[in-house]
Each structure stands twice: as structure tokens, then as C-alpha cells.
């Protein structure tokens, strides 16, 4: 072995036991550009690199000190929805992502989801907990996730929140043939059994029109790594889709 640094750090990382059979520092089984890449890491660990200016440092993820305001801080801070919920790079991964909740979802839902939280994606292990929060606080919440938490990619008031029949219908089609969406999906209980998605029966109730669209075309850009596919619709086709969608309100809503 060389008496240099690269060559120690290197055999130390690639077999730890070459410095004596007791050391406890385990066999990985890597392969050789995994320890050039390492020993090029630690080799950059130098005082010098520790105090390099700000601006020549390369920057890892930082954590979020991202802080809500005002009385919905302390609502937040109080009922701990950051140790579930992320909201700007801050916060667990136990729940959904809400940093864009306020651009997807609609006001009556939310405040109904908070009063009694159902379950919405049967394959996450946590489920929402049921706050006895007041009326007050609740729309203090809800006001603020609706105001806060949107995207820049597009407003959520941009499509109405309605469809006409002849494009729920076409949308129907699309759904059930040309992209067989129920292969994740359920709209009609009786006869779909797609488990993999959340559960559409009440869509057009609980998002925005203009988020449904906006998720049709680029699923990625509004959750990065989902396995929501990312098909290149057409404008036409989204469209569509998002009337049958939004005319899915849900059982106790058609009996109305
Ligand atoms: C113990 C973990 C936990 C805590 C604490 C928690 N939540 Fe949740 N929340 C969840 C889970 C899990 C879901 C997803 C439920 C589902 O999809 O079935 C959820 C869903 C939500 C949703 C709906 C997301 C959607 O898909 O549209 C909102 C809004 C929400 N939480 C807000 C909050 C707020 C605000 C707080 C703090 C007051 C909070 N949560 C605290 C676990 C938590
Ligand atoms: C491979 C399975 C799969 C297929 C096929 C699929 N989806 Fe999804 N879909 C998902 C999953 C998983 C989610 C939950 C995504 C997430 O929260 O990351 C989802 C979420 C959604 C949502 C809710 C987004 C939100 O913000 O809550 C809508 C609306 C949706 N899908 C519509 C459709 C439509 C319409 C089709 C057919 C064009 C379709 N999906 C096909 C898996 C699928």
C-alpha cells in the first residue's frame, strides 16, 4: 500500500480487517467507483473546506427552518402537524406533502376532513388524527393553508369547479377505455377494484378542477416521485377527464 492518505482511507473503507482482525468497523461489499466516491468525500473533509467562505461551499440539503406566522403558527407548533406533514422542505413523511394543499383542495372539504378525518390512501400506515380543536381555530387553519400553501404553477380558480354533460361523458370513455384508469383507481364501487391510488368516488368534492388538470399533465411536477404515470395528455383529453372527475361527488351528494 502507497503512505499516502487516498491509499489508506481507501483500504480502510474497502477491507477494514487489514488494520487488525478485532476492528469493529463492518465489510461492505462496494464497488470501486462507491469507494472512490467516498474516499473523495472524506478527503474533502479538511479544515480548510470548514471554513471556506459561504458562497464556495457546495451545498448539501439543508434542513428547512421554515416557520408558519401568526396565530396559525401556533396552532401548527401546538397540534404537532409537523411531525407528520411537510410543509416547505420542513417537517415527516408520515402524510402527505401539504406545502401545495391550499391549490388542490376545496374549502368544504378540508374543514369536513378536519372535523372528521377518513381515510383517504389505505396504504399509508398513520392515519389523521381527529383534533378537538374549535371552530374558530379550525377556520383559522384552514384560512391559512388555503392562503399559504399554494403553488406558483398555476391559480386554482383558473377552471370552474363544474362540467358540461357531453364532456363528462367523453371523459367517462377515456377513463374506462383509452387509459383504463381504474386499474388504480375506484370511481364506481361496484365495479372497480383498483387499490393502488387513493379512492375517487368523491373527487369532484374534495380538489380543485384546475389541480386535477394541472396533476393530468404533470403528475411529477406537483409530487415529485409518484408513481402517478405521466402520460403527455393532450389539453383536450385532460380536460375531459377532469369533468368526469369533478362530477364524482360522492354517494350522499347524488341522493341530495
Ligand atoms: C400523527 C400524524 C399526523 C399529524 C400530527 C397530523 N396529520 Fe394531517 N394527515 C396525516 C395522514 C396520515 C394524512 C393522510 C390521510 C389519508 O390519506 O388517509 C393526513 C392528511 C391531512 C390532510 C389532507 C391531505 C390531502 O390529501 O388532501 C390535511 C389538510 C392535513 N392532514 C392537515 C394537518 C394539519 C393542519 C395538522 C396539524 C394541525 C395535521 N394534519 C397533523 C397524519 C397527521
Ligand atoms: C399506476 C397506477 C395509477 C394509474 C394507472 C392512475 N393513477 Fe391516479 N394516482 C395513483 C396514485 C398512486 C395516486 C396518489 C398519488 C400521490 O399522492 O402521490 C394517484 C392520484 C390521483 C389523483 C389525485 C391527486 C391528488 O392530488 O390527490 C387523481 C385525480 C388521479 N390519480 C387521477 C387519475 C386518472 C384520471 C387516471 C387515468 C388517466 C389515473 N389517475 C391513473 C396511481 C395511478
New binding site residues.
Partial sequence: MDRTLPAYIEAKIKQPRSFGAALKMPQFNLTVAQVDGLVTALLAQTDRAANLPERLRIAGPVASKYEPAGAASQ??H????????TFNGRG?D???D?TW?GS??QRE??LA??KN??????T??????K?N?TDQEAAT?IDY?LTVYQTPKFDRDSMKNTADAADIDHGRQLYYSKYACQACHIVDPKKDKGYIG?TLTHVGS??NAAWIYQWLKAPQSLRPGTIEPDREMSDGDAASLTAFLMAQKGQEAKLK
Fill in positions: 396552532l401548527i401546538d397540534l404537532n402537524c409537523f411531525s407528520c406533514h415527516g408520515m402524510a402527505p401539504l394543499e388542490s383542495v372539504w378540508l376532513f378536519f378525518p377518513n381515510t383517504l390512501r389505505p399509508l400506515i398513520r392515519r389523521m388524527p383534533f380543536v387553519l393553508i387513493p374534495r380538489l
